[in-house]
């Protein structure tokens, strides 16, 4: 009888316990791989469901983080309230969906309008010129802005405690934020290499560092984050700035940044020597799916395709692709086409 109760202890013991006792692995990064560096930022967010892996168990280190990535991470370090979420969900939910924003991107879309780390015309330009569907990818100055913005970071002039080589390429706008970013512990004055590089795309496990460091001083300040306004101040560099990284450059630019971490600038050179492996752009693949939705944009309109065929490994059955059309599509409709692979998505998708 007593070994029963053990062990019916012992399962509901595993079945209640916390999901953080459960450490996630990634097939591509650990304490003694080329991502040692990031390893205990990716598991220490990974645990705490900030960040996620591929379902192939993979974290995929080398890839650029996306538009939509960055706001989702955004809200989750924010973690707000259902309230505010509802009241965010009132007030821009039509206009998300009218911009076709994937399912799991639009509650952080609603919110990060709501709190005003970005505005509608960010999400409008970010639809015309690519970012929804990972054709470019947000540069560093645009991605250190929206940090600033989100976590009600100051503008400070005092550049004095900057050192990077490259500060006269800054764009404007960042460099107001930089210095406090930096004294707040969020960015580093002067970067692994001396350079800041702000036209380059930010990869994964950047990110995870920056995330982990923007956490420890959203739960420390989080009165100071929820009482301030929500107005935009300045210009939205995803809008104005012409340097973000477009699918077709991004192979270039990340080997221009290989072995560099040049936000980060706390490892050495002999503790950073993971290569920045290029996208596998370019590759054709045709597929065939079923419209699981129909999205009413105005005069175009958006469906969400799940794949039941495809003609590469990359991108299997399963996934889902929005796609814009002037045709009128039903849901359960059988459609077929082809697009070019990108990062995590399909890109330039043509129906025939």
């Known amino acids: 009888m007593k070994k029963k109760i053990i062990i019916i202890n012992l399962v509901l013991l595993l079945l209640f316990a916390p999901a953080s006792l459960f450490a996630k692995t990634f097939t591509d990064v650990s304490k003694n791989g080329n991502s040692a560096w990031a390893y205990k930022y990716v598991d220490e967010l990974s645990n705490k469901n900030i960040l996620k892996g591929y379902d192939d168990g993979s974290f995929k280190p080398n890839n650029p983080v996306s538009f939509l990535e960055i706001m989702q991470i955004l809200k989750t370090v924010l973690n707000p309230k259902e309230e505010e979420m509802k009241l965010a969900r009132e007030a821009n939910l039509e206009f998300v969906n009218s911009m076709g924003i994937i399912d799991w991107a639009k509650d952080a879309l609603c919110y990060n309008l709501y709190h005003g780390t970005v505005s509608k015309k960010t999400i409008e330009a ?133 072995n560099n971490n040049s936000i980060l600038g706390t490892f050495t050179e002999e503790e950073n020597t993971e290569e920045l492996k290029p996208a596998e752009a370019g590759i054709i693949v045709n597929f065939k799916g079923k419209v699981t939705e129909v999205i009413d944009g105005g005069n175009v309109k958006y469906i969400r395709i799940k794949l039941g065929e495809t003609d590469s490994n990359k991108f299997m059955p399963g996934n889902i692709i929005t796609v814009n059309t002037f045709r009128n599509h039903k849901i359960d409709d059988n459609v077929e086409g082809s697009g070019i692979l990108g990062e995590n998505s399909l890109t330039n998708i043509k129906l025939k």
């Open 126 to 258: 970010a639809r015309e010129r690519g970012f929804l569907e990972n054709k470019v990818y947000p540069n560093r100055n645009t991605i250190a802005v929206y940090f600033a913005r989100a976590f009600r970071i100051e503008k400070n002039k005092d550049l004095s405690i900057l050192k990077f080589r490259d500060i006269d390429k800054i764009n404007a706008e960042t460099l107001e934020y930089l210095p406090n970013l930096v004294k707040l512990n969020i960015f580093t004055s002067s970067g692994s290499d001396g350079k800041f590089n702000g036209n380059f795309a930010i990869r994964r496990s950047e990110i995870a560092v920056i995330t982990s460091r923007g956490l420890n001083y959203v739960e420390a300040n989080k009165d100071k984050i929820n009482n301030q306004n929500n107005n935009i101040d300045g210009e939205d560099l995803l809008i104005k700035n012409n340097d973000n990284i477009s699918e077709k450059n991004l192979d270039n630019e990340i080997n221009k940044a290989e």
